[in-house]
């Protein structure tokens, strides 16, 4: 069975950071591509970043570049978003999905239930 699991989620002041983990099991996890959403209370779900676990390739929306960092564990099977310099902005469920391929797409073949992330101003 796949299973996707985040944590790390909280509340935190505008400008401060967060570290995001998504738990892996379930499939081969560096065949994968694995991304991480977000989706804010009225908006629609967006892609933030993803990782093709294969060969470590990284790629950032333009909204979190240069704040958010994506990376992996094999050894865990666990990938990681490193989030700084945080703005209220930020505020939503970030979840983390998994993709058969070497890339991320909006309808990712996984999903975890989501971690709450609060920037308060």
């Known amino acids: 069975e796949v299973q996707l699991v985040e944590s790390g989620g909280g509340l935190v002041q505008t400008g401060g950071s967060l570290r995001l983990s998504c738990a892996t099991s379930?499939?081969?996890?560096?065949?994968?591509?694995i991304g991480w959403f977000r989706q804010a209370p009225g908006k629609e779900r967006e892609w933030v970043s993803c990782?093709?676990?294969?060969?470590?390739?990284?790629y950032y929306a333009d909204s979190v570049k240069g704040r958010f960092t994506i990376s992996s564990d094999k050894a865990k099977n666990t990938v990681y978003l490193q989030m700084s310099s945080l703005r209220p902005e930020d505020t939503a469920v970030y979840y983390c999905?998994?993709?058969?391929?070497?890339?991320?797409?909006?309808?990712?073949?996984?999903w975890g239930k989501g971690t709450l992330v609060t920037v308060s101003s």
């Open positions: 990782v093709s676990t294969s060969d470590g390739t990284t």
């Open positions: 999905a998994a993709e058969d391929s070497d890339v991320c797409v909006s309808t990712m073949d996984y």
């Open positions: 379930g499939f081969t996890f560096d065949a994968y591509a």
